[in-house]
């Protein structure tokens, strides 16, 4: 995985560091309860399904998704991730995910997290779009995303498959303030 600083990032509870293998567990633990699951795109039947990600984020690909483990600091633990399941170096865009334990809800790091992560990739991916997709039904991923400056673009009916049914999504994005697209 690429490694990638995200200075300044701003969360007393927790830091950023490269997902790695050994934390599928901890992460398939918390991706696998029905209350988190309900709300997510999430179809885990085993943590094997897990690792095919964790080869996703290992290719060299400029395109390959990326994604950070969110560490508490007074315990180690991972409580979350935050990065982009979908980068396009050729319409400079990325599409950025994120996921928290239900331990840490409501204290403002899913929304840090999501902050530093479009920072970084308008800086160093030099993306001009950050977009983001939630499930109609994920309220709080939808705050998150209005909190991080997020413009809701639309309703994208049946957009993808959850859970063998499809399901309508909401699409946001983040257009670069510095990029000359931005500005017209």
């Not at 600091?73 to 409580?79: F, K, Y």
Request: glycine content about 6%; hydrophobic content about 45%.
């Amino acid at each position: 995985m690429r490694h990638i600083d995200l200075p300044g990032f701003p969360h007393e509870l927790v830091y950023l560091r490269p997902l790695i293998r050994a934390d599928a567990p901890f992460w398939y633990a918390y991706l696998t309860k029905p209350h988190v699951l309900e709300h997510t795109s999430w179809h885990l039947a085993s943590m094997d399904e897990l690792q095919l990600k964790f080869d996703a984020m290992e290719s060299s690909d400029p395109g390959a998704e990326m994604r950070f483990a969110i560490i508490l600091h007074d315990s180690g633990a991972l409580v979350g991730t935050v990065g982009f399941h979908s980068v396009s170096p050729l319409n400079r865009t990325a599409e950025i995910a994120y996921d928290l334990a239900p331990d840490v809800w409501g204290r403002g790091i899913a929304a840090a997290a999501c902050n530093a992560m479009v920072e970084w990739g308008f800086l160093h991916l030099g993306a001009v779009r950050i977009q983001a997709a939630a499930l109609d039904t994920n309220t709080r991923s939808v705050r998150v995303l209005e909190k991080c400056g997020f413009q809701c673009e639309g309703l994208l009916r049946n957009f993808r498959m959850v859970r063998g049914h499809p399901r309508d999504f909401w699409i946001y994005s983040r257009l670069n303030p510095h990029s000359a697209v931005a500005e017209t």
